[in-house]
């Protein structure tokens, strides 16, 4: 999560280079809250940029983090020109409880509902928690590819597995919130989406500091200190025990058309 420091900021439909730079879909103003996009490719660093400034994708609005149907748009906005910076980290305010809704939520001092990845990582470290929540189907990173990333399950953006709260009313909805989950190559376990589980596990994994990213068709667009940032955001998992099941809705391509 981030602040605006300048007056103007405009959010752009993609980094320089790209088709639909030119379209402004938003100007930001001093104050305004944006959310630092949540996979490894959201920055684009100054020396990969061809106006030769760095490059952050954003949400805005919402009052989810990628919320579309209250007015949350994505973009692009420039991380600053000539030494000044356009954005700084909105501070991590910890406190709350040690399970899934408390590592999710930050106290309601803050000026959003749901808590960064970097909210996590600078209030739980690496310290190994004990969380319960219902396996969901995420997939909210989207993908890069021909791009191969390393260790790939750590630092690979395609991850569709994580858990929510088990607060699924009689429908099957759930509030949305989730932490998605990454397991080590040697984990053993398959759990299925609705399963009620008990994860212990870790942010901050030794691995992350070894995270790469490489593209077969030159030098990779992604900044390897985000990318190193990225990876210490993740929760891996050490041992998960399947303790209940709920009756999830289903997917959208679970539905049938009427």
Known sequence: MARVTANGLRVRGNPPGS???????????????????????SYLPAESSPDGRGWY??????????????GGINGWVAEGENGLEWLEPDP???????????????PSSRAHEWAT???????????????????????????????????????????????????????GNHSGLALDLRYRKDFEGSPQRGDLVRVVGHFDDPASSTCT?????????????????FCRERFVVDELMVIGHRDLAPLPWELTPS
């Open 117 to 171: 990845g970097w909210d996590r990582l600078a209030c739980y470290g690496a310290r190994q928690l004990e969380l319960e929540g219902v396996v969901e189907w995420l997939c909210y990173e989207g993908t890069e590819e021909p791009t191969i990333y390393r260790p790939g399950y750590l630092a690979g953006p395609n991850i569709c597995s994580g858990i929510v709260v088990d607060d699924i009313d009689a429908e």
């Open 19 to 41: 088709p639909g730079h030119e379209q402004v879909l938003y100007s930001l103003s001093v104050g305004d809250f944006v959310l630092v996009g949540l996979g490894s490719w």
């Open 92 to 106: 991590a305010i910890c406190g709350g409880s040690d399970t899934l809704a408390g590592v999710l939520s930050p």
């Open 213 to 229: 990213a490489e593209s077969p068709f030159g030098p990779s667009r992604i900044d390897p200190e985000f990318l190193v940032l």
């Open 57 to 70: 994708e954003v949400h805005v609005g919402g009052a989810e983090p990628m919320s579309y149907a209250d």
